[in-house]
């Protein structure tokens, strides 16, 4: 019997030299196809998110269609949290802002809606503890924005009411620290 060759038993290498880079034109082509193809799948998703069009109807607004199950409540901090009393009256004015909503220009508007200053007035047992909860609110303000003036102007200088909490729960994190 023959024996194979040497050469038959060895296999193949592949080769393992390195391909040579892509030029500056074939990187910006790739380049290019993949962002038009992002943008195409951007734009599809904002086509999708943003309209639903019904024959004979035309276009649908998706809050008109979408509803939150009756059983579903909203999220709601507990109230007295904190054994300060100044906190205590900064995290009562968020829990009432979240009820009965968030307003500016007006300390409370027709809907039964408040701003900051009216939310912590309501809260309040007394003046001395609504100007203690005022000026921890001021504080906190200042930290992220430097230039407010007063609580008024923060409240109607927003866009809406998601900062306003924020800056409501760091306010009586800072009340609560500095024992108020």
């Given at each position: 019997m023959n024996a194979p060759s040497v050469a038959a038993q060895a296999p193949e290498r592949a080769d393992t030299r390195p391909a040579p880079p892509a030029s500056l034109e074939d990187?910006?082509?790739?380049?290019?196809?993949l962002m038009d193809n992002r943008l195409t799948v951007a734009a599809l998703a904002v086509a999708v998110n943003?309209?639903?069009s019904v024959p004979d109807v035309g276009p649908v607004d998706l809050a008109d269609v979408v509803r939150v199950p009756a059983d579903v409540q909203p999220y709601r901090p507990p109230v007295d949290l904190y054994p300060t009393p100044v906190a205590a009256v900064l995290q009562r004015a968020r829990a009432r802002l979240?009820?009965?909503?968030?307003?500016?220009?007006?300390?409370?508007?027709?809907?039964?809606?408040?701003?900051?200053?009216?939310?912590?007035?309501?809260?309040?047992?007394?003046?001395?503890?609504?100007?203690?909860?005022?000026?921890?609110?001021?504080?906190?303000?200042?930290?992220?924005?430097?230039?407010?003036?007063?609580?008024?102007?923060?409240?109607?200088?927003r866009h809406g009411?998601?900062?306003?909490?924020?800056?409501?729960?760091?306010?009586?994190?800072?009340?609560?620290?500095?024992n108020l």
């Open positions: 990187r910006l082509t790739a380049v290019s196809a943003t309209a639903v979240e009820r009965d909503g968030w307003c500016q220009g007006a300390t409370v508007d027709e809907d039964g809606a408040r701003c900051l200053y009216g939310a912590l007035h309501a809260e309040a047992a007394s003046t001395g503890e609504l100007h203690d909860a005022l000026a921890v609110l001021l504080d906190a303000i200042r930290r992220h924005f430097p230039d407010e003036e007063s609580v008024p102007a923060f409240n109607d200088g009411p998601r900062v306003v909490f924020r800056v409501l729960d760091q306010a009586a994190d800072l009340a609560h620290t500095r």
